[in-house]
């Protein structure tokens, strides 16, 4: 399946394409359905910023189509147009024809490999190859990472002009690596209560490394509401930042080890507290539809137990008694989980279920803040102005706390808030539901001291 292109990119070269030439990949049956509206332009990020018709998702699809029937080549101006996008998918929400951009910008960048220097592109592939697919390896490197953190080595650095400003801004977006990582102590954690649902817990490498109070908090949640939570070990990260960045042949294996560990474990559903892993996970039957079409169905069969946490819950009902969680919030959209999966009432139904929440609508809150997989990383500017963006419709809503359930949003709010300097905190959804059960149970626990 390698072209040239592909071949150059997996030794972080630059080999241009000599000639155009057609390309049948890129003829996907997505292509054709642009009936070239236009509808999709305001909704766009990168139009709104720069304001032409290449940056938009009709212009990209133009382009692609191009590529596909040998009309143009893929060269650095092709690749700078595919990879300005940042996959937010805004343009599906907007569009009437119902055109799946995200799986066109994929497997355009499926013949591109990563982007950026030569550097940058064997950094890339190997985080990709040889990183992202293996969970102790993943587990290894954040451990270095921690030690250098707390070495102080980084701000020595800086403060002695040592540090290359584009690797500075790179370190400030990264949070403090915590001391612990999530490992789950049972292969099953019991309902309380009545047992109404048999699931599995989908713990994500983000999720798994910097957010493992998150994953606790997501058990204690099922579990009360009667759900039993499996926790299969050899589980591993949905391959998301990999179909993001155009390396399909580890995405696949990635996939196939998830989608063959989840459906062995007899699961009701699949729940998935990462919005960009809910994506990537409900969609990989994509990844198999041209190379094997059989193997796709299963991949269908997974995805369609695959639940994003929240729209579990309300589909479910919560029960049991919430306790108050006084502060006004507002609430962030990811974009794979409100243009992606279609997710939007849900974690606001949720929110609104909470005592003593105020909840204050943001304007704009679907679109991107700019993070975008790994677009912080590799077009910073663009994702800064995004972000700038978004602290200001965030700071009219005077909101204490933002909640965004995705861990990339999080981060790059959380950069953002520190950057503007907010009386802000960041939240994923699920620590607001878990706080308000813990107040309900503690209003308990006084009351029968009490008696």
């Known amino acids: 399946m390698a072209t040239q292109v592909q071949t150059a990119a997996s030794a972080a070269g630059r080999v241009d394409v000599p000639a155009a030439r057609p390309i049948p990949r890129l003829g996907i049956p997505e292509v054709d359905k642009c009936i070239q509206c236009g509808f999709c332009l305001p909704h766009c990020p990168t139009y709104r910023l720069l304001g032409i018709e290449p940056e938009s998702p009709r212009g990209r699809i133009h382009l692609i189509e191009a590529a596909a029937q040998g009309r143009i080549p893929i060269d650095d101006r092709f690749e700078e147009h595919v990879y300005v996008c940042l996959g937010c998918r805004a343009c599906e929400t907007a569009c009437p024809a119902g055109v799946k951009f995200g799986t066109i910008i994929e497997a355009a960048r499926v013949e591109i490999g990563p982007t950026g220097s030569p550097l940058a592109r064997w950094l890339t592939l ?7 697919p293996f969970p102790a390896r993943l587990r290894a490197a954040a451990v270095l990472l921690r030690l250098y953190q707390r070495s102080g080595l980084g701000g020595l650095a800086r403060a002695l ?5 584009r690797l ?8 403090q690596i915590p001391s612990r990582f999530f490992a789950p102590s049972l292969d099953v954690y019991p309902a309380v209560g009545a047992r109404r649902a048999r699931v599995g817990l989908f713990s994500g490498c983000v999720m798994s490394l910097l957010f493992a109070d998150l994953n606790e908090a997501t058990i204690r949640v099922l579990q009360r509401n009667g759900c039993d939570v499996v926790v299969p070990r050899n589980q591993g990260c949905c391959a998301a930042l990999n179909i993001h960045n155009g390396e399909r042949a580890a995405a696949q294996r990635m996939a196939r080890r998830n989608i063959e560990t989840f459906l062995a474990a007899g699961v009701d559903a699949v729940i998935i507290n990462a919005a960009g892993c809910g994506t990537a996970s409900k969609e990989h039957h994509l990844l198999f539809r041209d190379d094997d079409p059989a193997y796709a169905k299963r991949a269908e069969a ?7 946490l929240s729209e579990f819950l309300v589909e479910l009902g919560l029960v049991g008694r919430l306790g108050e969680v006084r502060a006004r919030v507002t609430y962030q959209d990811p974009c794979h989980l409100a243009h992606g999966q279609g997710v939007r009432r849900q974690p606001r139904e949720l929110l609104r279920s909470i005592p003593g929440l105020d909840l204050a609508e943001m304007e704009g809150a679907d679109r991107c803040c700019g993070s975008g997989g790994i677009y912080n990383l590799v077009q910073p500017g663009y994702s800064r102005r995004l972000l700038d963006e978004k602290m200001n419709a965030v700071a009219r809503t005077r909101a204490e706390m933002v909640v965004a359930p995705n861990p990339g949003c999080m ?7 520190r950057a503007h300097g907010l009386p802000t905190t960041v939240h994923h959804l699920i620590d607001l539901l878990d706080r308000a059960y813990a107040a309900a149970e503690e209003r308990r626990a006084q009351s029968a001291s009490r008696t």
């Open 126 to 132: 190997a985080v990709l190859r040889h990183l992202m």
């Open 161 to 165: 002009h040592l540090m290359p400003r």
């Open 411 to 417: 981060l790059q709010l959380a950069a953002g808030v």
């Open 168 to 175: 500075a801004e790179m370190e400030s977006l990264l949070p």
């Open 302 to 308: 997974y995805g369609r137990l695959c639940r994003d």
